[in-house]
């Protein structure tokens, strides 16, 4: 079975088959309910007029005497008289109409149609002569033209409303649905790089309108799902580049021409320098890019996290001459994120302090409302009141980098609070003289 190929014209088809099986129905019972009403009120005049006729009758030596029929009213209406079978009076009418008086006269109290003389007759017998029936008739052709105008009235009538319900139905559906019409064509036009094009309907006030804000919803997420990964490839190639740079220029400059063995020993060790960092580039953004999409929860104590990240920047700290001082908290202090998470949002706040310390770095522990603040604080330059945003953008270095105490790529503190935000945190930056750098995170 074809079926309508689109989702307004199966609404307009079954709208008005579903009309239409209505408006049959009601005519139909409308009709049957006439013809009934029509035949009771044929039925009473008939009777009614068979009992002026009986209380009427009066005989004298087998004689019909008394007034004349009555008027009934401008009905075409007959009347019998009947005694023992025999026809006193008679109208004059057709032999089939008096045979049919004359049936109907031997079933007193009964009704009869004759066929084909749209005639109803009756018979009742007079209350002072029980052997005296008379029978009344009345035409049935006014009633039978009644029922016929009624019932080319009401097919009409239906015809009328199923065409205008069918026209204002189609108009109805198309309006509704003409948003439809209009997002598919837009997200058909659409491209994968347009992702800020929305459906933009408004505030929702029905079930498309509801639909429409639902898919900006979604698109939202497809969007910010697709700038996570257009970052984190933006992101994996910057903090890779320099590196895998560095890695080719000792290898070649290594294979120009024959060397001692202590070079030798001085370019591998700094080309497993430059693959420890794009190791670590690469686990801090894997991990950013997990805890972003949802996919690392856990918890962990802020102690071990604090001591990991210590012993790992203690080789920085030693080579710069600094003290680094870790205060492990006590009793200790869940997080409620993973060791790793943890790991990778401290790191680069000790290390950029470390970088920019002219002696001394110190990591602090504390509760805070609901959450646990990580502090760390150097003696080094700090940074300026207009930076204190700007340096965690992607890519961005800060006043003090620029004057060449750091050659980092300016990605740790942006992916620092990148992780920290993603897990339910933060990582802030408290401007002024030495370096201030707090991470909030989650309580566990």
């Keep these: 079975m074809k079926h309508p190929r689109g989702v307004r014209a199966r609404l307009l088809t079954t709208v008005v088959a579903s009309v239409a099986i209505a408006l049959a129905l009601m005519t139909a019972g409308f009709n049957i309910l006439l013809a009934r009403s029509l035949s009771r009120d044929a039925d009473s005049v008939v009777r009614t007029r068979a009992a002026t006729e009986a209380a009427s009758v009066d005989l004298v030596n087998d004689r019909l005497v008394g007034p004349d029929q009555p008027d009934t009213g401008g009905l075409e209406t007959q009347a019998w008289v009947f005694k023992d079978g025999r026809a ?65 009235g009401s097919l009409v009538f239906a015809g009328l409303l199923l065409l205008v319900v069918a026209l204002v139905a189609r108009w109805t559906l198309r309006a509704a649905l003409k948003p439809v019409s209009r997002m598919t064509a837009d997200a058909e036009a659409w491209s994968e790089r ?16 509801q639909l ?8 939202d997420r497809l969007s910010a799902s697709l700038r996570r990964e257009q970052r984190f490839s933006a992101e994996m190639s910057h903090e890779l580049r320099t590196p895998l740079a560095k890695v080719r220029a000792q290898a070649e400059l290594a294979l120009r021409r024959e060397r001692p063995p202590e070079e030798y020993r001085q370019a591998l060790t700094m080309i497993v320098t430059n693959t420890q960092q794009m190791t670590s580039a ?28 210590a012993d790992t920047c203690s080789a920085l700290a030693e080579r710069r001459g600094l003290q680094l001082d870790a205060e492990t908290p006590s009793p200790p202090l869940p997080l409620g994120v993973e060791a790793e998470i943890a790991v990778r949002v401290l790191q680069p706040l000790v290390e950029n302090a470390c970088e920019f ?7 602090h522990v504390e509760r805070g409302d609901g959450a646990v603040l990580i502090t760390v604080d150097d003696d080094g330059p700090g940074v300026r009141g207009d930076e204190a945003e700007s340096i965690f953008a992607p890519g961005v270095r800060g006043s003090a980098a620029e004057a060449g105490a750091s050659a980092g790529a300016g990605l ?23 370096g201030h750098f707090v991470a909030r995170l989650p309580a566990g």
């Design 194 to 209: 347009e992702l800020d094009r929305r459906f933009a309907v408004g505030e929702p006030y029905d079930e498309l309108s």
């Design 412 to 434: 740790g503190l942006a992916l620092a609070r990148r992780l920290a935000r993603a897990a339910g945190g933060d990582v802030l930056v408290r401007p002024g003289d030495g």
């Design 88 to 152: 006193l009076e008679a109208p004059r009418v057709s032999a089939a109409l008096d045979r049919a008086a004359q049936t109907a006269a031997a079933t007193p109290g009964v009704s009869l149609d004759v066929p084909g003389l749209d005639t109803r007759l009756y018979a009742t017998t007079a209350a002072d002569y029980p052997s005296v029936v008379m029978v009344a008739g009345v035409s049935l052709a006014p009633y039978r033209h009644t029922q016929r105008i009624a019932l080319i």
């Design 282 to 309: 690469i686990e801090t953004l894997v991990a950013a890019a997990q805890q972003e999409s949802g996919l690392a929860r856990g918890r962990c104590d802020a102690g071990d996290v604090v001591g990991e990240v």
């Design 357 to 363: 310390a002219r002696g001394h770095v110190r990591i």
């Design 212 to 219: 429409a804000a639902t898919l900006d919803r979604l698109l």
